[in-house]
């Protein structure tokens, strides 16, 4: 860190990693940071602050990914997929367990494809550049106004494909053992690879006020756009396939895990009389995507991730679906365009939190030096309670997107206490309660 001059400071950092299990070892992470202030006299504070900066950083292929390649190489232990109904009639499902099941040579027999799972040969650790410029002003009347602008780019992250998946145009239901495939075995192989790319530019504008000791207010309100090919970013391994292992063009889409727009309003407030400590906190999302399949394996890879089309009115009634989100086609032909990748809108998000604590002295009072006040009582006892989501309002999660399913479109469950992109602490989103009591000594 050099203080260059007394309103101007330069930070300069460089890690490394190094991670055994992948290929990737020169993960030089470079960051350089600094903040400015206009000049003014030495025994000033300055009434504005400008920082900026921009880094390096680096997400790890998770041990899991690691362990699972290792399990399932076809060797070690065997995954197979079967869809022949002359080998699932046979397995009986009872309250005593499943009996019946087929033996791995029974599968064998049957050609029923095996699942293998590969950590690429050149995965490479996922890279993620952030640029960053603070703006931060006193204003009148003790406001402070802070504007954020940040740029999230990531590359080498991670996403799945079937490597073996038959070659487009080469698949025929009838006859699945037809298929041509790239490696000379009919088993499905799962790659994990560093192909994919995230892009988010987002603004904050924030304003804080210090009312009095006791009373304090903020409001953050951010908007932006994140836009990835793959969901499998920031350590989740959730939807890493695309649509067809051949052809990723239609995956760049909007992320489902940041919504575009989100609102905070909190403070303190403490009311001296009932010693109360009062602690609001709002949170507003807007809506998240999420995508649209058509739960059909039309191209033979062992995945349900196609995407349907717009309906025509040429489209069979077998192959039409009718939702809110419009008409599509369950089986577009070979060419005919696809809907992008996320296309759905999920629900929005809301929720008023509130905390309230009072603090009660514990112990005998000792005795005040002339003149002053009684002084403070050695230990103390303070009684907290938090309420999230105060309204209880229903802040539902993500929809089914399987147009297949009956629940298409629906919510079957509801959205964290804090909303996307937030860690979720306990139970989902209905009213919760927690107390806690802290002594201190």
């Known amino acids: 860190e050099w203080r260059i001059r007394p309103n101007f400071s330069l930070t300069l950092g460089l890690r490394y990693e190094r991670q055994t299990n992948i290929s990737s070892n020169l993960n030089f992470a470079p960051r350089v940071f600094i903040a400015w202030s206009p000049r003014t006299s030495p025994n000033t504070t300055p009434k504005m602050v400008i920082r900026g900066g921009v880094g390096v950083f680096y997400d790890r292929l998770s041990e899991r990914v690691a362990l699972v390649a ?24 009872s309250f005593d367990g499943v009996s019946n099941a087929p033996t791995a040579a029974d599968l064998s027999g049957f050609a029923s494809p095996q699942i293998v799972r590969r950590v690429a040969d050149d995965f490479q650790a996922p890279t993620l550049v952030m640029a960053v410029v603070n703006f931060e002003r006193q204003l009148p009347y003790k406001f402070t106004l802070v504007a954020v602008a940040f740029n999230y780019s990531g590359r080498h992250l991670v996403r ?12 025929d ?11 000379p075995t009919n088993s499905d192989i799962y790659s994990y690879e560093s192909s994919a790319t995230f892009n988010d530019t987002r603004f904050f504008l924030g304003l804080r006020r210090q009312v009095s000791r006791g009373f304090t207010l903020f409001a953050n309100f951010g908007i932006g756009k994140g836009m990835t090919d793959t969901e499998c970013a920031f350590g989740s391994l959730v939807s890493c396939f695309p649509a067809n292992s051949y052809d990723l063009s239609g995956e760049y889409a909007p992320a489902t895990f940041i919504p575009n727009r989100n609102f905070i309003l909190g403070g303190n407030f403490t009311i001296p009389k009932l010693k109360l400590t009062l602690s609001p ?5 807007s809506s998240r995507p999420f995508n649209i399949v058509t739960g059909r394996d039309t191209n033979g890879d062992g995945l349900f991730t196609e995407r349907p089309a717009f309906a025509t009115p040429a489209t069979p009634a077998a192959d039409l679906a009718s939702t809110r989100f419009g008409d599509f086609n369950l089986n577009p032909q070979p060419g005919e365009p696809v809907i992008t990748r996320n296309f759905g809108d999920g629900p929005s998000f809301f929720s008023v939190n509130l905390g309230v604590s009072r603090s009660f002295g514990v112990g005998p009072a000792p005795r005040s030096a002339p003149g002053r006040s009684t002084a403070e ?4 006892l303070t009684f907290s309670a938090y309420i999230q ?7 539902l999660g993500q929809p089914i997107g399987n147009l297949s399913s009956p629940r298409f479109g629906e919510s079957t469950a ?3 206490s804090f909303g996307p992109g937030t860690v979720i602490i306990g139970s989902g989103g209905n009213r919760r309660i927690q107390f806690q009591l802290r002594f201190n000594f």
């Open 389 to 395: 989501n105060l309204l209880n309002r229903s802040n």
């Open 70 to 93: 290792e399990r399932f190489d076809g060797v070690n232990q065997t995954d197979f997929r079967v869809v022949d109904p002359a080998q699932l009639d046979l397995v009986r499902f």
């Open 160 to 171: 799945m494909r079937n490597i073996n998946a038959p070659l487009p145009g080469t698949f």
């Open 281 to 285: 906190f709002i949170v507003a999302a």
């Open 173 to 183: 239901p009838a006859f699945p053992e037809n298929s041509v495939r790239p490696f």
């Open 414 to 416: 509801i959205a964290g």
């Open 377 to 380: 009582r050695p230990y103390s």
